[in-house]
């Protein structure tokens, strides 16, 4: 999987699956895409476990959900963190110079 001839047991892929899912959840869906990455020739096979499947399918709808909650966050707060005022300017790492 990982190299050519390194073939992981079964289950090996349910305990690094079951880890990499968990994980994703504590805000870090990049980990999400690395478990799909590294499981997408499992996947396709059809002697892969079923809950293996079952957990590269919601990492991927994970990653999905949380990746359009923040494209929508960035895009609401890029185009309206001015008319919030104060407050936009509270939550901004970097205070951008006004004209």
């Given at each position: 999987?990982l190299?050519?001839?390194?073939?992981?047991?079964?289950?090996?892929?349910?305990?690094?699956?079951?880890?990499?899912?968990?994980?994703?959840?504590?805000?870090?869906?990049?980990?999400?895409?690395?478990?799909?990455?590294?499981?997408?020739?499992?996947?396709?096979?059809?002697?892969?476990p079923?809950?293996?499947?079952?957990?590269?399918?919601?990492?991927?709808?994970?990653?999905?959900?949380?990746?359009?909650?923040?494209?929508?966050?960035?895009?609401?707060?890029?185009?309206?963190?001015?008319?919030?005022?104060?407050?936009?300017?509270?939550?901004?790492?970097?205070?951008?110079?006004?004209r």
């Amino acid at each position: 999987m990982l190299t050519e001839g390194h073939e992981m047991t079964e289950e090996k892929m349910r305990n690094i699956s079951k880890k990499m899912f968990i994980g994703g959840f504590f805000f870090l869906p990049w980990l999400w895409v690395v478990h799909i990455l590294l499981f997408l020739r499992e996947w396709r096979k059809s002697t892969t476990p079923a809950d293996v499947k079952w957990y590269l399918k919601y990492s991927l709808v994970g990653c999905i959900v949380y990746t359009s909650i923040f494209v929508i966050w960035l895009s609401v707060y890029v185009t309206q963190h001015n008319k919030w005022g104060a407050a936009g300017d509270a939550i901004a790492l970097i205070i951008p110079l006004g004209r």
